[in-house]
C-alpha cells in the first residue's frame, strides 16, 4: 500500500488549500482514512478523517469548521479541503490509511503513511 498526498504550497492567511491523498495497492477494506499534520518542534496532530464504511467524518478540536474532508470509496481517495487558513496551520501534512478497527484520533492506530505535504501559511 502506497499513499500519495498532494495539493500544498504557500498560501496567505484567510486563504484555502485542497490536499488530495491517493492510496494505491490496497486490495482490501480498510477502516479510515484520515490526515495528521506535524509543525517543526511539534508532536504530530490529528486533523481529520474519514470512514470508509459509513462515510462518518471527524475533525480536531481546532477545526471549529474551517476544514472539510470527503473520501471516494472506488478511487481509495480522501480529499481535505482548508479554508480560512491560519499562521498556525502551518506544518507539513500527513494521509495516513487505517486497516483495523482503533480509534480515529491516535497516528499510533494507522498502519500506512503518506510522505506528506507542506502547507505554509504566511500572515
Known amino acids: 500500500v502506497q499513499l500519495q498526498a498532494s495539493g500544498g504550497g504557500l498560501v496567505q492567511a484567510g486563504g484555502s488549500l485542497r490536499l488530495s491523498c491517493v492510496a494505491s495497492?490496497?486490495?482490501?477494506?480498510?477502516?479510515?482514512m484520515g490526515w495528521f499534520r506535524q509543525a517543526p518542534g511539534k508532536e504530530r496532530e490529528f486533523v481529520g478523517g474519514?470512514?470508509?464504511?459509513?462515510?462518518?467524518?471527524y475533525y480536531g478540536e481546532f477545526v471549529k469548521g474551517r476544514f472539510t474532508i470527503s473520501g471516494d470509496n472506488a478511487k481509495n481517495t480522501v480529499l481535505l479541503q482548508m479554508n480560512s487558513l491560519k499562521p498556525e496551520d502551518t506544518a507539513v501534512y500527513y494521509c495516513?490509511?487505517?486497516?483495523?478497527?482503533?480509534?480515529?484520533?491516535?497516528?499510533?492506530?494507522?498502519?500506512?503513511w503518506g510522505q506528506g505535504t507542506k502547507v505554509t501559511v504566511s500572515s
Open positions: 474519514f470512514r470508509r464504511e459509513y462515510g462518518t467524518t
Open positions: 495516513a490509511l487505517q486497516t483495523g478497527t482503533g480509534t480515529y484520533y491516535y497516528a499510533h492506530e494507522y498502519d500506512y
Open positions: 495497492g490496497v486490495t482490501f477494506n480498510y477502516n479510515r
